[in-house]
């Protein structure tokens, strides 16, 4: 079977975020299948951009075969980005013969944040004869009206709500990482059995051979950690505003006097150094720089508990499935969930504790309850959170479920 996948932002190991359209691609082409990913040159994502000189250029990457469309640059949120992204849909539309003639896939996918790509999918599927499917990642344009606060008048969001409901009447399965999504998507037009949750995902190779050895600077603060008896409270991921990560910050403020608790946050992000002025004083807290994605598993497991947060937010009651939940539930430990949502996969496994988001007090009550669990309950959440993983939501599992639904 030839598979089309349509993602602006998707990457590879090596140049960084976004790996799910690669992970899904590679045990594609495992099983058997021809795939090809479209992709813009640039994207504010990943660590390194592809180098590109044609306007539609092609390069092979681990047996999936990239199509880079050559897009403008931009540093930030704002009319730069927006600029990218029509950029993107542009030359998509403008090479959509092209496209269909050289993958002839059986299967469009469409897998932008945003649903403008679907109006070119649907096209290249209905030329090419083949099945349109909408993968989606966040709500468009639900979530810039909740979380940017757009009126529903803008031009860009009349424009982005059009193409969302063109999306979900015309694709022929629609599948959703937010698992709640489903009322919402009827109510846009969308039939009920198109309908299909596939979460995001693990590679489990990742976490059998992975690079033991830490960065010098992280391997001689866990050590000095561990040699004076700490419980590491962990954060691990980008230092952003939807984190909430002042309110993490302000429970180690409250437990400034316990002498046995120390937090550690690794990454960086528009708010570290905002976060470093404001609590790097304090003595029971470690600010750290971001380590390689293949050091990710032997820092997880430097931790004694795993913490997220996300700041309460109405667009979250569709669920959510993070990433760094994934990887924290692979490193079997116990986890510190601050998040109010549809779905909550933490209590749903028992491997943690599910708190009110934004309340230090609430994050100080789990982290002393953890510390004064049994070394045999720890234990069992941490194994209850990486079997969750293995037995549901590995890519080479969730891959065959993605074909499997999609062609029901």
Known sequence: MNILLINHYAGSPEMGMEFRPFYLSREWVKQGHNVSIIAADFSHLRKTNPTVEKELQQECIDGVNYFWLKTRSYNKNGIGRFLNIFDFVKKLYRNRNKITEMCKPDIVIASSTYPYDNFVAHKIAKKAKARHIYEVHDLWPLSPIELNGYSKRHPFIILTQYLEDYSYKKADKV??????????????????????????????????????????????????????????????????????????????????????????????????????????????????????????????????????????????????????????????????????????????????????????????????????????????????????????????????????????
């Open 175 to 408: 599948v959703s990482l937010l698992p709640e999504a489903k009322k919402y998507m009827i109510s846009r037009g969308m039939a009920e059995d198109k309908f299909e949750y596939i979460p995001n995902g693990i590679l489990k190779d990742d976490w059998i051979d992975y690079n033991e050895t830490l960065p010098k600077e992280h391997s001689d603060k866990f050590k000095e950690l561990k040699a004076n008896n700490k419980l590491i409270v962990g954060y691990a991921g980008s230092h952003g505003i939807a984190y909430a990560l002042d309110s993490f910050l302000d429970a180690a403020k409250l437990l400034s006097n316990d002498t046995d608790v120390h937090f550690v946050l690794v990454g960086s992000g528009l708010e570290k150094d905002d976060l470093v002025s404001r609590y790097g004083h304090l003595k029971n807290v470690t600010f750290l720089s971001p380590v390689e994605k293949g050091s990710i598993p032997a820092l997880l497991k430097s931790f004694d508990i795993c913490y997220l947060g996300l700041k309460r937010l109405p667009i979250f009651r569709f669920g959510i499935s993070p990433n760094k939940l994934m990887d924290y539930m692979m490193a079997s430990k116990p986890i510190i969930c601050a998040i109010e949502s549809g779905n909550d996969i933490v209590g749903d496994c028992k491997c943690g504790l599910t708190i009110e988001p934004e309340n230090p007090e609430a994050i100080v009550e789990a982290i002393i309850k953890l510390k004064n669990t049994s070394a045999e309950v720890i234990s069992e959440m941490g194994a209850n959170g990486n079997s969750f993983i293995m037995e549901n939501s590995e890519y080479e599992i969730l891959s065959r479920k993605f074909l499997k639904e999609i062609n029901n």
